[in-house]
């Protein structure tokens, strides 16, 4: 594979306002806000010089979703958007991606848009699509954690904030008028000094904020935010106030 200086600079570059750290044998990203600010900035080292023999276009041919169920398996919306992908040491900025939420892949299309390739996982550290950063976790099986995949990372201070986004095929009705259609669900983690806690309220947020218990509870009821009605916003309030606690 031929050897691009601009590639190397800019990767040396990354540095500079990216820091990416090893926590509970994952990498994650530690300032999600400055990486969303930074992405648009940054070099636009893919050029037509690398091509289709970049190292971005060497996954296995997407085979496509069940067209007969009603919906869509992709995250947002079932078109291309445009987004950056962090794969295999790189950080390729502008590039089309759909998210395929019941296969947990990360699909682009060819230059030509011929065919439509289906990611290495294991070379994806990240992904940022439709203003949202996707993280790919990874654990052993003696690990206390979510398991592996990619996870949306909606803040991340002292507390992150993760959210597991999957779709699933349910089916409606009753024999011959059955419905089947794309459901999605979503779930929910805090990670905090290398722990995860699955929240599935209120409780569940308090008691991965132990030792702060009693200023977040005070803070939720004075701020009248509600996980029943808001999960996400109530997560990132909370994280974010907890974590200015521990400033």
Do not use: W
């Not at 993760?162 to 929910?188: C, M, N, P």
């Not at 290398?194 to 702060?212: E, H, I, N, T």
């Not at 200023?215 to 994280?239: C, G, M, Q, W, Y």
């Amino acid at each position: 594979m031929p050897s691009y200086p601009l590639v190397n600079k800019v990767r040396n570059c990354l540095f500079c306002f990216l820091i990416i750290q090893n926590v509970a044998g994952q990498a994650i990203l530690t300032d999600s806000v400055f990486y969303r600010q930074s992405v648009n900035k940054a070099v636009h080292y893919y050029t037509d010089g690398a091509g289709t023999s970049s190292n971005l276009y060497n996954g296995v041919i997407y085979p496509g979703y069940n067209h007969r169920v009603q919906g869509q398996p992709f995250f947002v919306a079932d078109t291309f958007s445009t987004g950056s992908i962090y794969y295999d040491g790189v950080v390729y900025p502008d590039i089309p991606l759909t998210y395929d939420l019941v296969a947990d892949e990360l699909i682009i299309p060819t230059n030509d848009n011929s065919l439509q390739i289906q990611l290495i996982k294991e070379k994806i550290g990240y992904f940022y699509s439709h203003d949202h950063l996707f993280i790919r976790i990874t654990q052993d099986s003696a690990s206390d954690g979510p398991g592996n995949g990619f996870y949306d990372m909606l803040y991340d201070g002292k507390a992150t904030v993760l959210v597991k986004r999957e779709k699933r095929v349910r089916t409606f009705g009753k024999a011959e008028e059955d419905i089947s259609r794309y459901v999605q669900y979503d779930h929910y983690y805090l990670l905090l000094n290398g722990r995860y806690y699955s929240v599935k309220g209120k409780g569940s947020v308090l008691d991965a904020f132990q030792d702060k218990k009693s200023a977040v509870r005070d803070f939720i009821h004075s701020s009248k935010i509600s996980f029943k009605k808001d999960p996400e916003n109530f997560l990132i309030r909370t994280a974010e106030y907890y974590s200015q606690l521990k400033k």
